[in-house]
């Protein structure tokens, strides 16, 4: 027998609530959960507390607790697919605490939940309540049997959906099941769709990479935006084909940026990838012709939305099936990118929606792991295992326990080209965690994904037993070694920290931790690390041409490399160099989870590959800036003289605007030729900052060039460049450009200089 619960024959169920019907703050009306239950054991409880930001009291406070596993038991038509979503507030109940639950959720032979902590993932997405979307199909069955089964303390539920719709995904031979992660409306704002399956869409700016937002439009008044059919409405609201993000009108800029959206996902599961489109701006064919690239594969070359839809105003979606973690990622990349070779009116692109479906794999399974959580938001978190075949999480403790996810990196590159592509790689972040309780168990860490591990009979094999012929430099850290891995195939730099190094364990892990999440055309690589007997070893990709400064001037640096001959590099060699430091800091302010402070920017920390292209280094003292919103973070000035943000020195409040200021200094550096510091020059002449305001004001920085390529410098590219550098050298930081600004500028400087 199917209970009412409104307008349709759906099922609302307020778990543990007594009263025979509640109405939501969207006016749906839900019905208590006792008479679908297989057996008396569970409790109903209500929440201690509200938090302010629950869109309702209905289905939150209430909530139905198991302390054994438990079933449900539903009718539904066996032909139809079925919505089914999961409320839950991980909050306490009476003397039950949520933080301490973990359990599985089960269903027609399909597992949705393993291991299951509301509380965990709650806190890692900062809201108080969750949805969690499935969808079956092809059941063959008049009942639905959804079975909650406790693996620590407990489990609970506050509401349940089910929810009979038209199918809507592409045929399959068999049943499956999927879990809904993303559903975005592109362009437009959150809303609730009106339709009886009540779908709700999401803003998708978080979801965009870096600062290419492109822009927000929506349909004019004067444009009908309509379905092609009547069944097409069961596919998406209007509202999503109304609203839409493009590149923008600006072509120039338009073809040297991709539209990217990074969502994260669990990986070792096929997800299908729906896409929405609806042109309302042009009307013809070929006037806006782009290409789709999913997870570095070009899976559209000649996007037309006109030519697809068959006219302006009609929508029109695009479905994809895409494997993740095969290769060792958890994100699915999304990008647009015009397509110049069609030869289009306008370089542009446009998207109205974005849905994500993670489907079964073949165990029957849709879990993936709970999130790491922060150690801000839980006091005690110890570690749990992850079967590598089967990814459930082992629960190690009675308290609360996380899993530690193996993490993995995810490459981009520009048009879609394959990985080892040399041009427009662009790699982003994914934060792990790691008990910092003792030095074994830090180190002991690198071993469970963040990096190689390497062993010390392999570090002593790739140096020729650590030799002193090998050393190609040193530092605070200790020496390099110049040394070859996996059978001599590969060339690497070895960092082996000296006992005696004033950068120390918090330096090695703080390396670790950062560049073991970071990939970027313009960042050094980190390969791996060993730890044995006490050692700190960093390998990274050796870097066949040095560092910067051992190609601008001899300050008796100390390079040990004989394979490294310094060269004269031309005005332009040193404005591409510029570039791409300028790049990889970039990235590090804005195209990580959460930004990133070199805090050391210098010529050394700037490395150059076998074509000369810069690499920054060194991120021992770099510092993430958790919400740098915030304007600063304060901590203990560390750095390199010369180079050091005066404000940041002076206040000790560090900013994205101290990596500026350094960076300023590098640039005059580049163009002078001279170190920041040089005490046996005269007075006004030892900090090159300084003289280089004061050159500037007096009309005198042409003198100060270097004058192996002062006369090859155009005239306006001097200027604007010298412009640029003094810029970033402001006493306050709120003066400083940002760093994409000094990007921008550095690019047009190298127009400039070769005559575009």
């Known amino acids: 027998m199917r209970v009412d619960s409104g307008d349709d024959d759906s099922l609302l169920l307020n778990c543990g609530a007594s009263v025979n019907e509640a109405i939501d703050s969207s006016g749906r009306k839900w019905i208590p959960d006792s008479k679908f239950l297989s057996t008396n054991d569970s409790l109903p409880s209500t929440a201690n507390s509200q938090d302010p930001s629950l869109p309702s009291t209905v289905p939150y406070m209430h909530s139905r607790i198991f302390q054994s596993e438990t ?7 066996p032909t139809s697919r079925h919505w089914l979503r999961l409320h839950f507030y991980p909050s306490s109940y009476d003397h039950f605490d949520s933080a301490s639950a973990f359990f599985s959720v089960s269903t027609a032979g399909f597992t949705l939940l ?7 993932t709650a806190q890692s997405l900062t809201q108080a309540y969750l949805i969690t979307e499935f969808t079956i199909n092809q ?3 008049p009942l639905l049997h959804l079975t909650f089964t406790p693996l620590l303390n407990f489990a609970f ?24 992660m993303f559903r975005l409306n592109v362009g437009g704002q959150f809303f609730v769709s009106d339709s009886p399956d009540s779908r709700t869409w999401y803003d998708d700016s978080p979801h965009i990479y870096g600062a290419g937002f492109g822009l927000a439009a929506s349909a004019d008044t004067r444009v009908s935006v309509a379905y092609p059919s009547p069944e097409f409405k069961l596919i998406a609201p209007l509202d999503v084909y109304k609203t839409a993000r493009t590149m923008g009108p600006n072509s120039t800029l338009n073809v040297n940026y991709n539209l990217t959206w990074i969502l994260d996902v669990d990986a070792n599961f096929t997800y299908l990838v729906r896409l929405h489109f609806c042109d309302f701006i042009f009307g013809k064919v070929n006037q806006r012709v782009f290409f789709v690239f999913i997870n570095n594969r070009t899976v559209e070359t000649d996007a037309d939305v006109v030519a697809w839809a068959g006219g302006m105003g009609k929508p029109v979606y695009k479905d994809y099936r895409v494997g993740v973690g095969r290769n060792g990622d958890n994100q699915v990349w999304l990008a647009l990118h015009p397509n110049p070779e069609s030869k289009p009116q306008y370089y542009d692109s446009i998207l109205n929606g974005i849905e994500v479906f993670k489907l079964n794999d073949t ?9 790491i959580p922060s150690p801000n938001k839980i006091a005690t978190v110890t570690h749990a295992s992850r079967s590598r075949k089967s990814g ?26 394959t990985r080892g592509s040399e041009e427009g790689a662009s790699w982003i972040p994914i934060y792990g965690s790691w008990s910092r309780s003792s030095r074994s168990g830090m180190i002991s860490s690198i071993g469970k994904g963040l990096c190689r591990h390497f062993s010390l009979g392999e570090m002593r094999g790739a140096t020729n037993g650590f030799s002193e012929a090998c050393v190609v430099g040193v530092g605070g850290f200790g020496k390099v070694y110049r040394g070859c891995i996996d059978g001599n195939a590969t ?9 005696s190094s004033q950068q120390g364990l918090n330096e090695f892990l703080n390396e670790i931790e950062l560049l073991s999440k970071l990939r970027h055309r313009h960042l050094v690589s980190l390969i791996g690390a060993c730890e044995e007997n006490n050692e700190m070893i960093l390998v990274y990709d050796y870097m066949a041409n040095g560092t910067l400064r051992e190609h601008l001037y001899d300050d008796n640096n100390n390079n040990n490399d004989s394979t490294i001959t310094t060269t004269t590099l031309s005005w332009k060699q040193r404005l591409g160099i510029c570039i791409g430091a300028a790049r990889g800091i970039h990235y590090l302010h804005t195209g990580a989870k959460h930004p990133i402070i070199h805090r050391d920017v210098k010529t050394t920390n700037i490395l150059l590959d076998h074509k000369w292209v810069a690499k920054v280094s060194d991120f021992g003292l770099s510092k993430t800036g958790h919400g740098l919103g915030q304007a600063h973070v304060s901590t203990v000035v560390k750095g390199s003289f010369g180079y050091l943000d005066p404000e940041y020195y002076r206040l000790q409040q560090l900013t994205d605007k101290s990596d500026v200021y350094s960076l300023g200094v590098v640039l005059l550096e580049v163009a002078c030729a001279r170190p920041p510091i040089n005490p046996s020059l005269p007075n006004e002449q030892i900090c090159l900052a300084d003289w280089a305001l004061m050159s500037y004001r007096n009309g005198g920085i042409h ?10 410098i155009n005239p306006k590219c001097l200027e604007h460049y010298i412009e640029t550098a003094l810029s970033c050298l402001s006493h306050d930081s709120i003066d400083r450009p940002s760093m994409g600004h000094v990007l921008s500028c550095l690019e047009y400087c190298l127009k400039l200089q070769i005559g575009e």
Do not use: W
Request: overall charge neutral.
């Open 703 to 712: 003198e100060m060039i270097d004058p192996r390529i002062r006369d090859d």
């Open 139 to 141: 059941l063959n069955s």
């Open 157 to 180: 539920i506050n509401g349940i959906e089910i929810i009979p719709t038209p199918e809507i995904f592409p045929p399959q031979p068999h049943a499956y099941a999927m879990q809904t």
């Open 71 to 77: 079933t449900y038991t539903f009718p539904i038509s």
């Open 363 to 371: 165990t029957g399974s849709l879990a993936g792991p709970n999130p």
């Open 114 to 120: 393993r291991n299951f902590s509301a509380s965990l």
């Open 491 to 499: 060339e690497v730099a070895v960092k082996r920290a000296h006992p």
């Open 392 to 417: 459930v999480v082992i629960v190690l403790s009675a308290c609360v326990a996380a899993a530690f996810g193996v993490v993995f990196i995810v490459g981009f590159f520009k048009h879609g080209k």
